[in-house]
């Protein structure tokens, strides 16, 4: 893939817009732990969102559009993204990442929680039906959210989410390099 944002945004000109003013350069980048990646371009997007109106889809679409594009610049294979996969109905995780063992890693990624990490524990859960072994995984901004949820995943509340980390965190760095690697 050449480095276009042409080939990230297909019709969504409107998100293409906020990267081109934004991220100009940010195909350029060598990112190496996604903690960093994150508090450098979600900081940007945060400052920018804070004088503007925007519709409640947008940040998740801005977070979405940054990690695909973080899996590009590290050439990390995704096999889904917001869409089914094989055989499992009713699914459609946020980003479906395979690595070169053929484990998956199923990402649910919000920028804040409310009551949505109850979608991902069940998507989660549905989909283990079908792949056992995939590692489940929310990751937000919100870092009392996800302090809140972490404790009901350690207290095996949850049957589906295998952990929760904040996208800034040395945690995303540790869990994406494990499953890596």
């Not at 920018?48 to 990390?76: M, Q, R, T, W």
């Not at 590692?135 to 589906?160: P, W």
Request: aromatic residues 18%; charged residues 30%; negative net charge.
């Amino acid at each position: 893939m050449s480095k276009s944002f042409k080939n990230f945004f297909g019709n969504n000109s409107a998100l293409e817009e906020i990267f081109n003013n934004l991220y100009p350069s940010i195909l350029e980048d060598s990112p190496l732990e996604a903690s960093k990646y994150f508090k450098k371009y979600w900081n940007i997007w945060e400052n920018h969102a804070k004088d503007e109106k925007f519709n409640n889809s947008v940040p998740g679409a801005v977070f979405e559009k940054l990690f695909e594009i973080y899996c590009y610049l590290l050439k990390y294979k995704i096999i889904a993204k917001d869409e089914y996969f094989k055989n499992v109905p009713l699914v459609k995780p946020d980003f479906l990442l395979e690595n070169d063992k053929n484990n998956y890693l199923f990402l649910s990624l919000k920028t804040s929680l409310r009551e949505r990490w109850k979608q991902a524990d069940w998507e989660a859960i549905y989909f283990k039906q079908y792949y056992p072994d995939a590692v489940c995984i929310l990751v937000t901004f919100n870092a009392r959210e996800e302090s809140t949820l972490q404790s009901k995943i350690n207290e095996d509340l949850l049957k589906g989410l295998d952990n929760s980390c904040l996208a800034t965190s040395s945690k995303f760095d540790d869990l994406l390099f494990d499953f890596f690697n």
